[in-house]
């Protein structure tokens, strides 16, 4: 086996050395070395998270290229397989994968949601068991190319710390390709993050982007500008595209209005999410602006038609003085509204604070993922698990009977 650094390892081993830092209120802990850590031929491992549903086609293959590209670069994977409410075989594929592929190179797990809660949930349920330095998402579909997986992980040596597919050529129809053109230069405008495809699903980030990062409804799509929010580099690269080979897209119109409410919701958090005052109360500034200076002026003007000739001024019937009066209360209630917001800030801000202090202290007591005590990241999609496969080959009992056999239930999440 060829025992020369590869940019993999060179890249593993510079995420591992970061030391911890406070953002936030939220201490990031100082990675623990794994007890398998010794010995000079040991690979670090990295994860391949891939939900997928309604996918039985495509798994085998999409399996075997992961393990082979990793082969070659002589480190360990750990591929975590997360079944999305799939109707097909996808879950019996995925457990017969996860029987053949356990040996000193990599590792394969499988998650079963309940039901279909969306590709965030499932990239929340597959991160929570995620235990690599860098952990990838990919798509099931085989329209990613694992063989882009070492470009990725030199750019995080370079010093990023989320690298973003950009699939510059599509093999896509135009009713995708259009619409998603667009919302990705609405993305970069609104929120600065200026990456060329936001929706694709091949990614790259260091695992304590994840753990600070809440992922739900359809939030996926937004990890980078998250990441960006909170600190930490994003950068991206232009990665192949293949056209689909089996199966069906499972995405419809109805993500595009998801996206762009979910959008809104990005900008808010991002941009005011400790500030929501500076938004709330120049919108209620504005409007209480606005209706006072039109009631100055209809004052002005009602008292100087009564001391003329001409015709008398009646505010009752004239539209614009309710105009004005629907603008003043506005105002004051978006005012209130900021304050109130602020006050529930502090409040939150508070209690990281004491979380922070806490930490160390919680976190000897928090539950890990696998021997080198990593912290589980934390749910935070509502999922719900009802089978589980291979995790217990990978030093991970089961959360609902320690001596169960490799597959077999699992509490909800």
């Not at 600190?231 to 199966?247: D, K, M, T």
């Not at 105009?323 to 003043?328: F, G, H, K, M, R």
């Amino acid at each position: 086996m060829n025992t020369s650094p590869s940019p993999i390892q060179s890249s593993l081993a510079a995420s591992a050395s970061i030391a911890p830092g406070l953002a936030a209120g939220f201490q990031t802990p100082e990675p623990h070395p794994s007890p398998q850590s010794s010995g000079p031929n040991h690979l670090e491992e990295i994860s391949v998270v891939i939900p997928a549903m309604n996918e039985e086609a495509s798994l085998a293959e999409l399996h075997e290229r992961i393990t082979q590209v990793c082969a070659e670069q002589n480190v360990r994977v750990q591929i975590v397989f997360v079944d999305d409410g799939s109707t097909d075989q996808t879950w019996e594929k995925m457990v017969e994968l996860c029987g053949t592929a356990s040996n000193h190179s990599h590792s394969t797990c499988a998650l079963r949601l309940r039901r279909n809660f969306g590709k965030a949930a499932a990239l929340s349920a597959g991160f929570s068991v995620a235990r690599g330095v860098i952990v990838f998402t990919m798509d099931a579909d085989l329209q990613d190319d694992p063989t882009e997986i070492p470009r990725f992980l030199e750019k995080i040596q370079g010093g990023l710390d989320v690298v973003s597919g950009w699939k510059q050529t599509r093999h896509d129809p135009w009713h995708k390709v259009l619409p998603s053109r667009v919302f990705n230069a609405l993305v970069s405008s609104l929120t600065g993050v200026r990456l060329h495809d936001h929706n694709c699903g091949f990614k790259a980030y260091r695992r304590e982007v994840l753990s600070e990062v809440d992922l739900y409804g359809e939030r996926h799509r937004f990890i980078p500008v998250l990441a960006s929010a909170r600190g930490f580099r994003v950068g991206e690269i232009v990665v192949q595209h293949h056209a689909r080979q089996h199966g069906v897209s499972k995405y419809g119109v109805s993500r595009l209005v998801k996206g762009f409410l979910d959008l809104l919701s990005i900008h808010l958090v991002t941009g005011y999410g400790r500030r929501p005052l500076h938004l709330i109360g120049t919108a209620g500034l504005l409007c209480f602006a606005v209706g006072s200076v039109g009631m100055t002026y209809l004052s002005v003007k009602w008292v100087w038609s009564r001391m003329g000739d001409g015709e008398v001024l009646h505010l009752h019937s004239t539209a614009i003085f309710y105009y004005c009066i629907l603008a003043v209360l506005l105002g004051a209630q978006c005012v209130l509204a900021g304050l109130l917001a602020e006050l529930v800030i502090s409040v939150a801000a508070a209690r990281d604070r004491r979380e922070a202090m806490n930490s160390s202290v919680s976190s000897l007591l928090a539950p890990t993922n696998s021997a080198d005590g990593s912290p589980l990241v934390p749910n935070a999609s509502g999922y719900s698990i009802s089978d589980w496969a291979g995790l217990a080959e990978s030093n991970q009992p089961s959360p609902s009977s320690p001596d169960a056999d490799s597959t077999g239930p699992i509490h909800d999440a």
